[in-house]
């Protein structure tokens, strides 16, 4: 069974740094890509950036290009480096996965992901 579990949420002022972790397990090979998308109340979740597992390609949305780096390590965590916070990032942040049948993924589309984290608040102070 795939899990999820997001940690590293929480307050951070504007133009700090704060890095958020997706744990993935359940996974037997790296033939999967994990994103991460957001929500603020009231707006759509929108996709904020993916990476795949397989060949580490990676995608951005425009509005954290520059400033949100996605990354992975041995231990099947996935990270998003966010620096430079704008108040405007403030949601949740969810990490998504799924398993991939070709090496290369750029989707930041919701309905394109099987599994769902529970869920990170982040919080960016003006």
């Known amino acids: 069974e795939v899990q999820l579990v997001e940690s590293g949420g929480g307050l951070v002022q504007a133009g700090g740094s704060l890095r958020l972790s997706c744990a993935a397990s359940g996974f037997t090979f790296d033939d999967y890509a994990i994103a991460w998308f957001r929500q603020a109340p009231g707006k759509e979740r929108e996709g904020v950036s993916c990476?795949?597992?397989?060949?580490?390609?990676t995608a951005y949305a425009d509005s954290v290009k520059g400033r949100f780096t996605i990354f992975g390590d041995d231990a099947k965590i996935t990270y998003l480096q966010m620096n430079s916070p704008k108040p405007e990032d403030t949601a949740v942040y969810y990490c998504?996965?799924?398993?991939?049948?070709?090496?290369?993924?750029?989707?930041?589309?919701?309905?394109?992901?099987?599994?769902w984290g529970q869920g990170t608040q982040v919080t960016v102070s003006s």
């Open positions: 990476i795949s597992k397989s060949d580490g390609s």
């Open positions: 998504a996965a799924v398993l991939l049948y070709s090496d290369t993924w750029y989707s930041l589309r919701d309905y394109d992901y099987t599994y």
